[in-house]
């Protein structure tokens, strides 16, 4: 018997449960493990897992409030387990007094898109992380999983969407000894097929940090700099804009913006254009639903400047008294009106990685301590680690520029690099 059939069958036999919702969720995967350029270990694994959300409707003084509580199951539980965790489940979610929404209803959707080759794409990766780029450092370790996806997603209100994706996923230590120590750099990469060029370049770029970091020297304090903030560190950046137009931060009220308000008004630098996509290429978020089963439409969010769109899931779009868009995860950004030459013409500081970049998108602060920076004084460029600094992206948003040369990462496309005015390093 279909899995999912038999668990709607057990659901079904509890009376009281309200609504529900069943994610099926197989994976085939072939995995490599390996230190330096010598195969540690390979192997593939098969799982197929379900995603079971039960929903519990309970009123108090006239009020209706919708609970949910989830769990997941094996191939290998009986029914008897099952009916218990559903159980279970239901007596969780009655605890839960979220006021009520309506699950999304009869969305029919198929999403399906070819598999990648999985050894000859592994190969590939192998091949790129291990290829000779020039540098004093070299890759200490690397593991490449390469997953094809299908997935089912049901629910109670006739929702029926299914899709069949790939993803790669790379995790990879680099490595390098200098004037600063042993260095390690440790860098994450997933996308949905590869781009040959664009991981090459990902590859370098972490091994030319790893290079400098070796050789640079501790930070003075700089007053009143030009900061370029680069490549991973970017979309975060842009978090901001995202959560500002979020559905759930108005019913909350933790907005700093409203809707049709400039986020910089006066501004005298680039304004922010920001789609959020059901799709860009390249990443592992795409599809055509969410995990709610909402049709995603594509919604710009902000045009020069102002925030012309919310973008909210089903339960936060039925609190605002708004058209779902879907949870969104995809964000693209036009790019900027400056050169990365022009934004290095005056002196400035380009920094190529945090210790952990920290963006708070519900007030504007960010900034942090920087492992590795090029400072250009006007005259010559020195590299320096150890600093930081931190900023309101409310003030600095009035003079601020985003490059031309555009990047993608993961679940962003957008500018690459994003220059701040006048900034303190300490």
């Given amino acids: 018997m279909d899995r999912i059939k038999n668990i709607i069958d057990i659901i079904k036999e ?165 004037e600063a120590g042993s260095i390690e750099v440790y860098r994450m990469f997933t996308f949905s097929k590869l781009n040959e060029k664009e991981f090459e370049e990902n590859i370098y770029e972490e091994l030319k940090e790893a290079e400098d970091r070796a050789m640079s020297k501790p930070a003075e304090p700089i007053e009143s700099v030009d900061v370029i903030i680069t490549g991973l560190d970017v979309p975060a950046f842009f978090n901001f804009y995202d959560y500002q137009a979020s559905g759930s931060t108005h019913y909350m009220k933790l907005n700093k913006l409203k809707l049709n308000e400039e986020a910089h008004k006066g501004a005298k630098g680039d304004l922010v254009n920001i789609t959020l996509k059901p799709e860009i290429e390249g990443s592992v978020h795409n599809s055509k639903y969410d995990s709610d089963g909402v049709k995603l439409k594509e919604t710009q969010i902000f045009k020069d400047g102002k925030m012309i769109n919310l973008s909210a899931g089903q339960r936060f779009a039925s609190y605002m008294g708004i058209e779902p868009t879907g949870n969104l995860v995809n964000i693209e950004v036009a790019p900027g009106s400056m050169s990365i030459d022009e934004m290095r013409k005056n002196r400035h500081l380009e920094i190529k990685s945090f210790s952990s970049f920290q963006a708070d998108a519900s007030i504007g602060i960010f900034g942090g301590e920087f492992r590795l920076a090029k400072y250009f004084d006007g005259k010559e460029t020195k590299i320096i680690n150890n600093g930081a600094f931190s900023a309101n992206i409310m003030e600095k948003g009035l003079d601020m520029y985003f490059s031309k040369e555009m990047i993608h990462i993961d679940n962003y496309y957008g500018p690459k690099y994003i220059l701040i005015k006048d900034v303190n390093i300490g």
Avoid at 104 to 112: K, M, R
Avoid at 129 to 152: A, H, L, P, Q, R
Avoid at 157 to 164: G, H, L, T, V, Y
């Fill in 14 to 178: 509890n009376k009281e449960i309200s609504d529900f919702k069943l994610i099926r969720k197989k994976t085939s995967s072939k995995e490599l493990f390996l230190i330096r350029d010598q195969v540690d270990m390979d192997r593939s694994v098969e799982t197929d897992d379900v995603s079971v959300t039960i929903y519990a409707d309970t009123e108090e003084d006239g009020k209706k409030f919708r609970g949910d509580s989830s769990f997941n199951t094996a191939p290998s539980d009986s029914d008897e387990e099952i009916a218990r965790k559903v159980a279970l489940a239901y007596e969780r979610a009655k605890f839960i007094k979220n006021k009520y929404f309506p699950l999304a209803e009869g969305t029919i959707l198929t999403d399906e898109k070819d598999y990648i080759n999985e050894l000859e794409t592994i190969k590939k990766v192998k091949d790129i992380v291990y290829k000779d780029y020039g540098t004093k450092s070299k890759i200490n370790s690397c593991e490449i999983f390469v997953n094809n996806i299908e997935e089912n997603l049901v629910n109670s209100k006739s929702c029926d969407c299914k899709s069949k994706k790939s993803e790669i996923i790379v995790e990879s230590i680099a490595d390098a000894c200098g």
